[in-house]
């Protein structure tokens, strides 16, 4: 049993994402330790930590493409299921099919999520809202191409459409930049904060890249192994918990944010106490400053913290 706690963020209330006492283990191997975080409609989280860290498996589990150990995961106040169009996807590999069009693509959800008669119907507006969703993409003139005639870049903002189309209530993106090149992985990063703003929608995005997560989200969530609390195991034989939930501000969608003294700072720092096995922080210290940002504790956890 954990702790009761008195913090308005352990209410799954009004929240879009809840977890509370989430764990998963690989045989016996425990990945995420006790997983407390509730999120709201419109966030655009950034989930950054060391390698190996749990950061995709966290992500699973969002999918309901995994199932937790023990906890629980609510969406909308609702138990998380199989996955399902509410929880769109974009993955590091383009999810595009090179036998279809890049219209075609895009149309692909709505299409398999119709029955014929509901397709024949809606048709027209699913095909207005896919060549709106290109011409946003800035893919306007491309529906007619195939995948293998994009470049990377352009593969991956059909994917982005693709899984806007289905309008779903939180947008989960596992390293989708990840294999682009530096220019390229820019200039999405822009854009996609862009097409954030227009739609205030909820994005959940994994990186293993600091400066990333820091220049898109609106808050940075750090899960680390590295830590120590009141119990016995020695720190590298149990899981990943937040270590840090940092509220960031966000005024313009502007590269210039990356060169200031503040973001070089708060990289440095995130780094320091994410992302090195020497600097272990007890549990007590963690920097939870999101106001959103809760955490339980069970009493061998909380013992001599």
């Known amino acids: 049993m954990t702790e009761p706690s008195a913090n308005a963020a352990a209410d799954p209330a009004g929240k879009l994402l809840f977890l509370e006492d989430v764990y998963k283990s690989y045989g016996p191997k425990i990945v995420l330790d006790d997983i407390d975080l509730s999120v709201r409609a419109g966030e655009f989280c950034g989930l950054v930590g060391p390698s190996g860290c749990g950061k995709s498996t966290l992500l699973r589990l969002l999918l309901g493409a995994e199932r937790a150990d023990a906890g629980r995961i609510l969406l909308d106040g609702a138990p998380l299921g199989a996955p399902d169009p509410q929880r769109g996807i974009v993955f590091q590999k383009y999810s595009l099919f090179p036998h279809l069009s890049i219209l ?38 491309d529906g007619d191409k195939y995948p293998h005639q994009l470049s990377g870049g352009m593969q991956q903002r059909v994917a982005i459409a693709q899984a806007l189309i289905m309008h779903p209530k939180i947008l989960l993106m596992d390293e ?8 390229v992985r820019e200039d999405l990063q822009v854009h ?8 205030r929608m909820t994005v959940f995005f994994v990186t293993h890249d600091i400066h990333e997560a820091l220049f898109l989200s609106t808050r940075v ?21 937040v270590v840090g939930d940092y509220q960031i501000k966000k005024d313009a969608a502007s590269t210039d944010l990356k060169r200031t003294a503040e973001f070089a700072d ?8 994410g992302f090195e096995p020497t600097v272990l ?16 504790l069970n009493p061998e956890e909380a013992a001599g913290s």
């Open 104 to 141: 075609d693509n895009v149309l692909l959800g709505p299409r398999l999520s119709s029955n014929f008669g509901q397709w024949r119907r809606q048709r027209a507006s699913f095909m207005d809202e896919a060549a709106s969703l290109l011409k946003t993409m800035r893919l306007e003139s």
């Open 192 to 199: 996609l904060l862009q097409i954030w703003e227009e739609r």
């Open 266 to 273: 708060l990289a440095q720092t995130i780094r320091r106490e």
């Open 221 to 241: 969530l750090v899960l680390s192994q590295y830590y120590r609390d009141g119990r016995t195991l020695p720190p590298d034989c149990h899981g990943s918990k």
């Open 281 to 296: 922080q007890n549990i007590n210290e963690f920097n939870l400053k999101h106001p959103d940002s809760w955490r339980s």
């Open 176 to 183: 989708p930049f990840g294999a682009l090149d530096p220019s």
